[in-house]
Every structure is written in structure tokens, then in C-alpha cells.
């Protein structure tokens, strides 16, 4: 079973701001890693395994 964290916790694992984390999940050239669970509009949740993948995924452009 996947491990699912809050915009709050991805932020943090990837060293942002809880609203950039959110603009990069919507307009992010990668954002299509992002595995995404909406149970309302207000209750989202990401995979954690999948945020990870998207901060090692941007590393290898930066390099």
C-alpha cells in the first residue's frame, strides 16, 4: 500500500513553500509524475513514493 502525505509534507520533503508545492502539482512541466488523490476539494493527498520520484526527476534537469 502506497504511503500518502498532505501538500504540507511534500513541500517539505522537496524544500518549498506549501502554494509553490501546489503550483507545481497544476502547471509543472513534470507534474504528470505526481500521483494525485482527490477525495474532495479539499481532501488531497499525494504518494509519497511519487513525490520523491518528482524531486530526483527535476534534479536530473537541473544537472
Known amino acids: ?9 511534500a513541500a517539505k520533503i522537496l524544500n518549498i513553500g506549501t502554494s509553490t508545492f501546489k503550483r507545481y502539482a497544476k502547471e509543472h512541466k513534470n507534474r504528470d509524475i505526481l500521483v494525485v488523490f482527490r477525495y474532495s476539494h479539499k481532501n488531497v493527498t499525494y504518494c509519497k513514493e511519487s513525490v520523491l520520484a518528482f524531486k530526483y526527476a527535476n534534479k536530473a534537469d537541473v544537472s
Open 1 to 9: 500500500m502506497t504511503e500518502e502525505i498532505r501538500a504540507a509534507e
